[in-house]
C-alpha cells in the first residue's frame, strides 16, 4: 500500500480572474504538474492564458483538445479523452479513463492515467461513481503488479478526508478540480491540501 500520493491540479473549465496568477503561484507553490483544460475556449484564447504565465512553468502544464499549441509552446504534453485516438507526441501522454477494465487498454504507452469518478464529485452534479470501491482495489493491485504500467490518478470527490481511502486503494496519486477552485482562495487550498496527505503519509508511517 502507497504512503502518499502525487498531486495534480486540473484548471476550472470556465475562465476565471486573475487565473494566471492562481497557476502561477500554485506552481511556485510546488504543483509540479497542472492540467490545462477549458473545453468551451478557443485555441487562441487559450494561447492567451498560457502568454500570462511564464514560460519557465509550461513544461509542468498539460493541454486537453487544443493539441495544436504544443507547436507553438513548450508544454508538458497532451492529456486525451478517453475515446480520442491516442496522438503521436515526443512529450508527455495522459489519458482519462471511466472504468476500470479500461486500464488493460494501451496504457503501457501512456506515462499516467486519469481514474475516476472515484466518489461524487466535487464540481459536476449527478457525476457519481460507476463502480465499487472494491471492484477499484481489486483492479489498481492487479495493475501495480505490471513491470510497464503508468501512474493511476484518482479523479472525481478527492476531498481531504478521503485521502487515507485513496492511499488504501492503491492510487498513485489524485487529480484535483473542485476541490481548489471551488474555494476562496486555490492556492491556500492546494497547501492545505499538501498538509493533509503530508499528515496521513506520518500517520501511515507510524502505524505500520
Known amino acids: 500500500m502507497r504512503n502518499s500520493l502525487k498531486i495534480t491540479v486540473i484548471s476550472s473549465p470556465n475562465f476565471k480572474n486573475q487565473?494566471?496568477?492562481?497557476?502561477?503561484?500554485?506552481?511556485?507553490?510546488?504543483?509540479?504538474?497542472?492540467?490545462?483544460?477549458?473545453?468551451?475556449?478557443?485555441?487562441?484564447?487559450?494561447?492567451?492564458?498560457?502568454?500570462?504565465?511564464?514560460?519557465?512553468?509550461?513544461?509542468?502544464?498539460?493541454?486537453?483538445?487544443?493539441?495544436?499549441?504544443?507547436?507553438?509552446?513548450?508544454?508538458?504534453?497532451?492529456?486525451?479523452?478517453?475515446?480520442?485516438?491516442?496522438?503521436?507526441?515526443?512529450?508527455?501522454?495522459?489519458?482519462?479513463?471511466?472504468?476500470p477494465r479500461e486500464l488493460e487498454i494501451e496504457t503501457d504507452i501512456l506515462d499516467y492515467v486519469?481514474?475516476?469518478?472515484?466518489?461524487?464529485?466535487v464540481s459536476k452534479a449527478g457525476y457519481k461513481p460507476k463502480m465499487s470501491l472494491s471492484q477499484l482495489k481489486s483492479c489498481l493491485t492487479n495493475h501495480s503488479l505490471k513491470k510497464k504500467r503508468p501512474d493511476v490518478y484518482a479523479l472525481g470527490g478527492i476531498r481531504k478526508n478521503k485521502i487515507s481511502t485513496v492511499i488504501e486503494l492503491g492510487f498513485d496519486g489524485v487529480?484535483?478540480?473542485?476541490?481548489?477552485?471551488?474555494?476562496?482562495?486555490?492556492?491556500?487550498?492546494?497547501?492545505?491540501?499538501?498538509?493533509?496527505?503530508a499528515h496521513q503519509r506520518l500517520y501511515t508511517s507510524k502505524n505500520c
Do not use: C, Q
Open 19 to 99: 487565473e494566471a496568477v492562481m497557476i502561477t503561484r500554485l506552481m511556485e507553490a510546488g504543483l509540479e504538474k497542472f492540467h490545462l483544460r477549458k473545453p468551451e475556449a478557443s485555441a487562441n484564447e487559450i494561447a492567451s492564458l498560457l502568454e500570462e504565465i511564464p514560460s519557465v512553468h509550461h513544461p509542468k502544464i498539460m493541454i486537453h483538445r487544443k493539441i495544436e499549441l504544443l507547436e507553438d509552446y513548450k508544454l508538458g504534453g497532451y492529456h486525451h479523452r478517453s475515446d480520442e485516438k491516442l496522438k503521436e507526441i515526443s512529450s508527455s501522454r495522459s489519458r482519462s479513463l471511466h472504468k
Open 114 to 121: 486519469f481514474l475516476g469518478p472515484v466518489f461524487s464529485s
Open 175 to 197: 487529480a484535483l478540480l473542485g476541490s481548489i477552485w471551488g474555494k476562496p482562495d486555490p492556492v491556500h487550498a492546494y497547501k492545505d491540501f499538501m498538509k493533509s496527505i
